[in-house]
């Protein structure tokens, strides 16, 4: 049996692929001995190392737009949109907060420190102390206090913690990072809907509203599969892409200075908002089949 250090990127709802990539290793015969995840990689290595796996994925199948806004806790803070408890509080109904360095397998998360900049690795303590340190994206949830630290998102320093997970003798690096963003297939999206666009300048009411129709079915074709890019740009969307660019630029040092043995990969340009946490199964099936082709490319290469 293969044994394998996992190391999982942030992503939010993105990171659900995890859970399909980690039952696409199990299937194969591979040991996973060790775990460690930042943001969305840090809540499902977590709750894997802690043996909730199944108990969260079913709880995870049955969310709906409705339940999803449930657990958001909405505050009047200037600082932060939600608490952050909601969340936590559902998965542990399902997933005990079993103590970090009691874990059956090896776990690290990864958080920032606000005020220093400081990448904070945990490694002990309870398990969703870290994991909601971990997953607190600035400006979005209240940041944690911890130990005189106030902590963030650990994608803001090490989105892809592959430095992070504890290696044993014989293992291999296995790496998913959900944040891959392709300039020049982006690019070639872009230029395909302005084309479009720019086609229908002139034509009579019905060609226009033909060709408008063509470019919604561009567009969703994009945000189901790789790339939901919007012609028309909001704030939101320029935050969530800042976000996006900042922790592929990090994922892809992280993945020059320790590449591992085996990268699975989904583009940064998918499953974002609400469709994300509604569509946990299809994020999860789409997580296996990456990883069955990154292992195939793995054991043909051996």
């Not at 600082?79 to 952050?84: A, D, M, S």
Request: aromatic share 8%; proline share 5%; glycine share 10%.
């Amino acid at each position: 049996m293969k044994k394998v250090a996992l190391a999982l990127a942030s992503g939010g709802p993105r990171g659900f692929a995890y859970i399909g990539a980690i039952e696409e290793l199990q299937s194969r015969g591979y040991e996973i001995t060790s775990v460690s995840g930042t943001s969305a990689g840090a809540l499902v290595g977590g709750i894997f190392a802690a043996g909730g796996m199944q108990a969260f994925k079913e709880w995870l199948y049955g969310l709906d737009p409705v339940k999803v806004m449930a657990l958001m806790d909405f505050s009047f803070s200037k600082n932060y949109l939600v608490k952050g408890d909601k969340v936590i509080k559902a998965i542990k109904e399902r997933v005990p907060d079993i103590r970090i360095e009691d874990l059956p397998i090896p776990f690290t998360a990864v958080a920032t420190d606000l005020y220093t900049g400081e990448e904070v690795v945990f490694r002990d303590g309870p398990l969703f102390d870290a994991i909601r340190a971990s997953i607190s994206i600035p400006s979005m949830f209240r940041p944690v206090k911890w130990k005189g630290r106030t902590l963030v998102d650990g994608g803001m320093v090490n989105t892809f913690p592959l430095n992070r997970v504890q290696r044993t003798p014989g293992d291999i690096l296995v790496g998913f990072n959900v944040n891959e963003i392709d300039a020049a297939e982006i690019q070639g999206f872009l230029d395909s809907r302005a084309a479009l666009m720019e086609s229908r300048d002139g034509l009579p009411l019905i060609s226009r509203i033909q060709t408008d129709l063509q470019a919604f079915r561009l567009d969703m074709d994009g945000r189901n599969e790789r790339l939901p890019v919007k012609a028309d740009d909001n704030f939101a969307s320029i935050l969530q892409r800042s976000f996006g660019i900042m922790n592929g630029t990090i994922a892809r040092m992280g993945i020059e200075a320790c590449p591992p043995d085996v990268l699975a990969s989904l583009p940064f340009d998918s499953y974002h908002g609400v469709y994300g946490y509604t569509h946990a199964q299809e994020i999860v099936e789409r997580g296996r089949a990456l990883m069955a082709q990154a292992l195939d490319q793995y054991e043909a290469a051996l």
